[in-house]
């Protein structure tokens, strides 16, 4: 929702003042087809000429972030650090029992009882990779945590590839913009013999060019980057949580400071109280009982 209300206070603020201050839009939306044809044309052919399908098709999914903003609300990070709860108290308690969890989740028990959370293959293939490993005595918590964090720094960035896209073509609109009213000037010269009036709306018409670019670049496609972005990094946070607590795990602490640890490093608009989560693990340990 703040997406569609961002978009509607630019061109109100934009097209209602320039209308206020007396402009008129009817040379805008004489020119505009044109313009538009000519420079989002270009910039649609500049960004397919930059990416291969796969991110042509990546950037197309993730516009969606602008509106629908990150994926993991407060409920997530909750039923999350319960997940985790289950999982490594099941491995402590009966190490051989975890694994029809972790080779089979979508089969398992304990993941079909948070099915957002089972449906993100990357979560779950970072909690059972891990765990796993720590199965098979690869269990020094420095190694992990070394070996976790290259993981996510590779998965951020192919993640924010979409962002550096969207930015690419805000970056080359204006001038793009530029082109296109160079070519309304050429175009104004082949008539330089034609009276003022009609002069006044080509170079007018012309001149949209440059405004189209600069206001698309400015107004939409660079914040929606700057959004892509952000909506990323947040989402982010989820899987950083995943390797605090099972870091912590490999270092031998209680499960339920393995949880703290979790709760304590989950960004503050989302984070659980220690009452709240306290309820919700109670919840857990009484169903599994």
């Not at 104004?188 to 949209?208: H, N, R």
Request: glycine share 10%.
């Amino acid at each position: 929702m703040i997406g569609f209300i961002g978009i509607a206070v630019i061109f109100i603020m934009v097209f209602g003042g320039y209308i206020l201050a007396g402009g008129k839009m009817g040379i805008i939306m004489k020119a505009l087809p044109f313009e538009l044809m000519m420079i989002g044309g270009a910039a649609l052919g500049a960004f397919l000429l930059s990416n291969d399908m796969a991110g042509v098709k990546h950037t197309a999914k993730d516009i969606g972030k602008v509106f629908k903003g990150p994926k993991w609300k407060h409920h997530d990070y909750r039923d999350l650090l319960c997940l985790l709860f289950e999982l490594i108290r099941l491995a402590r308690q009966n190490p051989v029992a975890i694994e029809e969890h972790i080779e089979a989740p979508a089969e398992s028990t304990i993941f079909s009882k948070y099915p957002k959370i089972l449906a993100d293959k990357e979560a779950i293939n970072l909690i059972c990779d891990t765990m796993r490993s720590a199965s098979m005595n690869y269990d020094d918590p420095h190694q992990v945590e070394e070996v976790l964090e290259k993981r996510m720094d590779a998965n951020l960035h192919h993640a924010l590839h979409s962002s550096h896209a969207l930015q690419q073509v805000a970056d080359g609109l204006p001038a793009l913009g530029i082109v296109a009213a160079v070519l309304g000037v050429i175009k104004t010269m082949a008539s330089i013999d034609q009276p003022p009036e009609v002069l006044g709306k080509m170079i007018g018409g012309a001149l949209v060019g440059t405004f189209l670019g600069v206001f698309l670049a400015y107004g939409l496609v660079g914040p929606f980057s700057g959004k892509v972005k952000s909506v990323v990094e947040e989402d982010g946070h989820f899987y950083q949580l995943i390797r605090e607590v099972l870091v912590a795990n490999l270092h031998n602490h209680a499960t339920n400071i393995c949880i703290e640890v979790g709760r304590q490093n989950t960004p503050s608009h989302c984070r659980p109280s220690f009452s709240e989560l306290e309820e919700a693990l109670k919840d857990v340990k009484s169903g599994a009982a």
